[in-house]
């Protein structure tokens, strides 16, 4: 049973023969009415706390359920998400060990093949290289012969030379004496001719009636020594070479 303040302070009691003094019992019961009025409105304001509280823990309740549920589906997500990711990544994974296989089989086969090429260049090179040495010794050869040939050549011409030169010297001694003997006779006659010359002149001097001019000419033995000189000229020295 529930008890009001205005119950408490309307509350009565039968008068007994020495009983509570009324005055007394009326400020207590008014007293407790209000200590009651104000338990009841505290309690009051504690149920609507209570209630508010109640209303905000549900509140509270729905968002941490909410957030649960929100989490949880986050999570799920993100395993589905970290899963999917996972998979990607392993088949990126995959297709780059695919890939790089290809690339390092391609590179294989390429570098093989470069390999293969720079060897048969190498032969090709080196049969070559052979060809123009076994060339460049045959020419190397040939210019040996020839470079002999030319030397024999040359010291036969040499031997030649020296011999014309040492018959060209046996000659022009034998040309220099031939040519000092003319001079000298042609030196004799000359001083003949002079002397003879002279001799008319002085005559001549003495007497000019008495010597006739045409006596100034040659005499005949000098005009003919004269003219066999200029019949037979005597052999130049380039002759006699």
């Known amino acids: 049973m529930k008890i009001t303040p205005i119950e408490i302070r309307q509350k009565t009691f039968e008068k007994n023969f020495r009983g509570y003094d009324k005055e007394e019992v009326q400020a207590f019961l008014l007293m407790l009415s209000q200590e009651w009025e104000d338990m009841i409105e505290e309690l009051r304001r504690?149920?609507?706390?209570?209630?508010n509280a109640e209303k905000e823990l549900q509140r509270i309740r729905e968002v941490e359920d909410s957030l649960f549920k929100t989490l949880k589906t986050a999570e799920?997500?993100?395993?589905?998400?970290?899963e999917q990711a996972k998979k990607a990544a392993d088949l990126k994974i995959k297709e780059a060990?695919?890939?790089?296989?290809?690339i390092l089989n391609d590179?294989?086969?390429?570098a093989r093949s470069i390999v293969g090429r720079a060897e048969e260049r190498a032969r090709?090179?080196?049969?070559?290289?052979l060809a123009e040495l076994k060339q460049m010794e045959a020419e190397y050869r040939a210019l040996e012969n020839h470079r002999d040939n030319l030397i024999l050549e040359m010291k036969t011409l040499l031997n030649s030379m020296q011999e014309k030169l040492l018959r060209a010297e046996e000659k022009k001694?034998?040309?220099k004496e031939r040519i000092a003997a003319r001079l000298s006779e042609m030196e004799n006659t000359l001083e003949e001719q002079r002397q003879r010359m002279e001799s008319k002149a002085k005559t001549y001097d003495e007497k000019p009636n008495e010597i006739d001019p045409s006596s100034f000419t040659l005499s005949d033995e000098d005009d003919v020594s004269e003219k066999n000189h200029k019949k037979n000229p005597p052999?130049?020295?380039f002759d006699e070479i």
């Open 107 to 110: 590179a294989r086969a390429q």
């Open 235 to 237: 052999a130049s020295f």
């Open 124 to 129: 090709q090179l080196r049969q070559e290289t």
């Open 76 to 82: 799920d997500t993100g395993s589905t998400l970290i």
């Open 97 to 102: 060990q695919i890939q790089a296989e290809k």
């Open 173 to 175: 001694g034998t040309a």
């Open 46 to 51: 504690y149920k609507l706390k209570l209630e």
